[in-house]
């Protein structure tokens, strides 16, 4: 199985849809292996976000993602990458399809509610960013057979 790295940004934590998009993201059937609570700070962020900190409104997008903590979650299933990028739909909250996470609760363009990895390369350095080793946890759901049948 993959894994991805996510991330409820200030705009989620601030409008009290933690619990939104970890339930949206349980029904969905995919496993939730890590899950903390942190704030982020400049250093993080320019690491994080390396392919935008020439653009102009990187100190915006900084400002934003450091106005409250945020939970960094860990999340497991086959796919999971492109599955999850699915369920956050376009960057622009406004031009993000109705069902997704953007489409469903923002009207922003940058305090879009979540991060999600964008392939499973950058997953790995992401969690690895995020994580320590020991705080990605070795589970798995004991009966998986209603969740991946045809696998
Ligand atoms: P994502 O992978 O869909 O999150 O999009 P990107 O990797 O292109 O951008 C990272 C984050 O930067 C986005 O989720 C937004 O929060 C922010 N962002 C991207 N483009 C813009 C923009 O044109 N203006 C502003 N203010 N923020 C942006
Ligand atoms: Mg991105």
Redesign the pocket.
């Known amino acids: 199985m993959e894994q991805t790295l996510v991330i409820l940004?200030p705009s989620c934590v601030e409008r009290g849809l933690i619990g939104e998009v970890i339930n949206r993201i349980q029904r969905k059937g995919i496993i939730i292996t890590g899950m903390k609570m942190m704030q982020l700070d400049e250093k993080i962020l320019r690491e994080h976000?390396a392919?935008?900190v020439d653009?102009p409104?990187f100190p915006?997008?900084c400002a934003?993602?450091m106005a409250s903590p945020v939970v960094c979650l860990v999340l497991k299933g086959i796919n999971v990458v492109e599955v999850f990028?699915a369920m956050?739909g376009?960057?622009?909250g406004r031009k993000a399809a109705p069902g997704t996470l953007?489409g469903d609760f923002c009207m922003?363009?940058?305090?879009?509610i979540?991060?999600?990895s964008?392939s499973p390369e950058n997953a790995k350095v992401e969690i690895a960013r995020f994580f320590k080793p020991e705080e990605v946890l070795d589970y798995t759901p004991r009966d998986l057979s209603f969740l991946y049948a045809d696998d």
Do not use: C, I, P, W
Request: glycine fraction near 4%.
């Open positions: 940004k976000y392919h935008l653009r409104f915006e997008l934003s993602m990028r956050t376009a960057t622009n953007r922003s363009g940058q305090a879009n979540v991060h999600a964008d």
